[in-house]
Nanobody, 114 residues
Framework: QVQLVESGGGLVQPGGSLRLSCTAS????????MGWYRQAPGKQRELVAV???????KYADSVKGRFTMSRDNAKNTVFLQMNSLKPEDTATYYC????????WGQGTQVTVSS
């Protein structure tokens, strides 16, 4: 069983920055990739950034150049550095780990508002 715990969300003004963290615990076996998704009220969950098996990171067009995903393997943690935040970035952000199975975190709220 794998558990994912996100942190780092909050309220920020437009143009501001936040850094989200997601730490995986439990039995991690084999190759896995991690990603960040978000869901705004009344909308479907969408991909924000995801690792690929060739070691690169794929970003949604809406966040390219503003968001950066990174990983600390020693701590089983991934980060999402979000800069130049916009009101349309407001959503609940979820971490996902994909191996043979798919695991989701509980989500962390990000609100961008003046």
């Amino acid at each position: 069983q794998v558990q994912l715990v996100e942190s780092g969300g909050g309220l920020v003004q437009p143009g501001g920055s936040l850094r989200l963290s997601c730490t995986a615990s439990g039995t991690l076996i084999g190759i896995y990739v991690m990603g960040w998704y978000r869901q705004a009220p009344g909308k479907q969950r969408e991909l924000v950034a995801v690792e690929t098996t060739d070691g690169t990171t794929k970003y949604a067009d809406s966040v390219k150049g503003r968001f950066t995903m990174s990983r600390d393997n020693a701590k089983n943690t991934v980060f999402l550095q979000m800069n130049s935040l916009k009101p349309e970035d407001t959503a609940t952000y979820y971490c996902r780990l994909l191996s043979a199975l798919s695991y989701w975190g509980q989500g962390t709220q990000v609100t961008v508002s003046s």
